[in-house]
């Protein structure tokens, strides 16, 4: 899977130790689409790292591509 510009960006000016650990909880942050695919905060190109709540975001679904307010939650 390639890099998006953020999580290049965050792995060129970080350890690799530092960067790979914010791609392993970036993967346990989750949401769920209406089509009933779950995918990653990381799958999607997205960073989230020692992070706290489960916030409501606009995203795109990688699966059916729909685009909708999705709730963020860790496993």
Same mark, same amino acid.
């Given at each position: 899977m390639q890099l998006s510009s953020s999580q290049k960006?965050?792995?060129k000016i970080s350890? !690799? =130790?530092y960067f790979t650990a914010a791609? &392993? !909880? =970036? &993967?346990?942050w989750r949401f769920t689409c209406e089509c009933g695919k779950e995918s990653s905060i990381w &799958?999607?190109?997205g960073v989230r790292y020692?992070?706290?709540g489960s916030p409501v975001?606009?995203?795109? @679904?990688?699966? @059916? !591509?729909?685009? =909708?307010m999705m709730k963020i939650y860790k496993v």
């Open positions: 960006l965050m792995k350890s !690799e =130790s791609m &392993e !909880e =970036s &993967e346990k &799958e999607i190109g020692k992070a706290k975001k606009f995203l795109k @679904c990688p699966h @059916c !591509e729909k685009k =909708s």
